[in-house]
T-cell receptor
C-alpha cells in the first residue's frame, strides 16, 4: 500500500539556524499537506500543495512539491523557539477517493 | 468559530475493559475522521464518515472497534475489549468536504492508557 516517509526523524538546531524536513511517497500524489503538532498538542494544518513543482512560502517557512509529485520538503529559515514541534507531511494518492496518509513526522528541537 | 471538541481528554482502563470517546466536529463540516496516534508516529486513519455514511474503515480493527455518527454530526468511537496496544491518542478531525484539497481540523484528542 501507499507509504509516506519522512526524514530526519529528529533534528536539533540552535536558534537562528535553518531546518529542512523531507517527505517521500511510494506513489504519485494528487496533493500533499503539511501539519505542525506542538508538544502535547494536536496537528494543525499549515499548507497544501497541489501542482507539480509548486513552491509556497509562509513567512520563514518554504514548502516545495516535487516535479514528479512524489516528494516534498519544508524549509524553515532562521529557526525560533516557537518553531518547536513535530512537522508531519500527509499525502493523498492520485485517482478517485484516497485517504490522507501521514508520515511519521520530524521532531524539531530549537536550543536558544 | 468553535473548534473540534472531544471528550474525555484522558482515560485509563485495564485491558479487556471497554471505553468510548465522543467527538463534536466543527459546525457545517460534512466529513469526520477518527485517527489513532501512537507515541512517536503519525496519525493513522481508523474511519472516515461523510455525513453519517462510512467512506473508509479499512484500518479499523472491527473485531474490537466500532464507530457511529448519528444524524451526521456527533460521533462516538468505542473499543471493546481493549488491549495493551490500544494505548494511544485518539484524534477526531473534521473537514468541509473530505475530498481533494480539503484541510482537516483536529480536536485536542483523548489520551488512552490501557494497563
Amino acid at each position: 500500500g501507499q507509504q509516506v516517509m519522512q526524514i530526519p526523524q529528529y533534528q536539533h538546531v540552535q536558534e537562528g539556524e535553518d531546518f529542512t524536513t523531507y517527505c517521500n511517497s511510494s506513489t504519485t500524489l494528487s496533493n500533499i499537506q503539511w501539519y505542525k503538532q506542538r508538544p502535547g498538542g494536536h496537528p494543525v494544518f499549515l499548507i497544501q500543495l497541489v501542482k507539480s513543482g509548486e513552491v509556497k512560502k509562509q513567512k520563514r517557512l518554504t514548502f516545495q512539491f516535487g516535479e514528479a509529485k512524489k516528494n516534498s520538503s519544508l524549509h524553515i529559515t532562521a529557526t525560533q523557539t516557537t518553531d518547536v514541534g513535530t512537522y508531519f507531511c500527509a499525502g493523498r494518492r492520485s485517482g478517485g477517493y484516497n485517504k490522507l496518509i501521514f508520515g511519521a513526522g520530524t521532531r524539531l528541537a530549537v536550543h536558544p | 468559530e468553535a473548534g473540534v471538541a472531544q471528550s474525555p481528554r484522558y482515560k485509563i482502563i485495564e485491558k479487556r475493559q471497554s471505553v468510548a470517546f465522543w467527538c463534536n466536529p466543527i459546525s457545517g463540516h460534512a466529513t469526520l475522521y477518527w485517527y489513532q496516534q501512537i507515541l512517536g508516529q503519525g496519525p493513522k486513519l481508523l474511519i472516515q464518515f461523510q455525513n453519517n455514511g462510512v467512506v473508509d474503515d479499512s484500518q479499523l480493527p472491527k473485531d474490537r472497534f466500532s464507530a457511529e455518527r448519528l444524524k451526521g454530526v456527533d460521533s462516538t468511537l468505542k473499543i471493546q475489549p481493549a488491549k495493551l496496544e490500544d494505548s494511544a491518542v485518539y484524534l477526531c478531525a473534521s473537514s468541509l468536504r473530505g475530498q481533494g484539497v480539503d484541510e482537516q481540523y483536529f480536536g485536542p484528542g483523548t489520551r488512552l492508557t490501557v494497563t
